[in-house]
Every structure is written in structure tokens, then in C-alpha cells.
């Protein structure tokens, strides 16, 4: 089970640095490894998320040139975070997934600043609200629709048909 979390993890971060890049608009990108550490903290629980968000996180920061350590730690408090929604919120329906993955990108990208500025990362917090956060958790909103739409037409299509 970890090892699959694992795998899904590589292959988010793996997919964000081949193929993400081709589907920018206006500069704007989605964070294909956030949505999926959203998306199985939801289903899995505070632990695989904080697993499958430091393990993506890591391998951002790894191949990204950054400084190797803060998309970790800011994607494993985020899939903590998320994961804990299960217990308090209705967390199945797609009207909830979605606004909640577009808060977890905006409080992740705070949190990724915060982060940043103990090292003096010299951009104001406006300015990259404006340009980075706010759009990229609008992307990631609506690939994340996307997704869990897929994700339930495969539960729908395996429960009509035995053979898939």
C-alpha cells in the first residue's frame, strides 16, 4: 500500500517536470503532485497524505533546483491538513473536493512563503498572490474537477461492467 502511494507520488512529481510544463497558460501551470496528495489525503487519511505530500515535495525540490526541503515540508503539512477534513467534513462530494483542493493551493503557497522568507526570498506577498498562488490554485481547481470526474465515471464504468 505505501509502495503504491509512493509510486503515485514519483509519478505526479515525474509528470510535473515532463509534462505539466506543455499545458501552461499565460505562464500559469497546475501542480499536478499537490492535486494528487489533495486527492488521496482525502481518500486515505492525514498519514498518506503527509507521505505522498513530503515524497512529491522532495522530488519537486530535488529536480526543481530549489531549496531542497520546502516544497517537503510544506506539501506534507499540506496532505496532513487534508487528510483530516475526512472526519469533520463531508469530504465524498465533488462540491467539496474542489473548493477544498483551491484552499489547500492557496494555503500551501502561504505556507511555501513563509518558509521562503526565513531565507529571505525577496518577493512581496501581494505580488505573488496575485501572479502565482491564486492562479495556479484556480488551474489546480479546475484539473482537479477533471479528475475526480474521471475518477467517479471509472467507479461508475467498473460497477456496470465486471470486466474493467
Known sequence: MRLSLLLM??????AQSSVVPSWSVGG????????LTALIALRRGPEA???VGFAAGLLQDATGG??????????????FA??????????GHPLVQIPGLVLL?????????GLLQLFHFPASIGEL????????????????????????????????????
Open 28 to 35: 500559469v501551470s497546475p501542480d499536478l503532485p499537490l492535486i
Open 82 to 91: 487534508m487528510g483530516l477534513l475526512p472526519g469533520r467534513l463531508w469530504v
Open 66 to 79: 530549489g531549496l531542497l526541503g520546502v516544497q517537503a515540508l510544506s506539501r506534507a503539512l499540506a496532505g
Open 49 to 51: 497524505g503527509c507521505l
Open 129 to 164: 498572490l496575485v501572479h502565482v498562488i491564486l492562479p495556479q490554485a484556480l488551474y489546480n481547481g479546475f484539473l482537479g474537477a477533471a479528475c475526480v470526474l474521471a475518477v467517479e465515471l471509472a467507479h461508475t464504468l467498473r460497477g456496470r461492467h465486471t470486466w474493467i
Open 105 to 113: 493551493t492557496v494555503a500551501e503557497g502561504l505556507v511555501r512563503f
Open 9 to 14: 507520488a514519483f509519478g505526479g512529481s515525474l
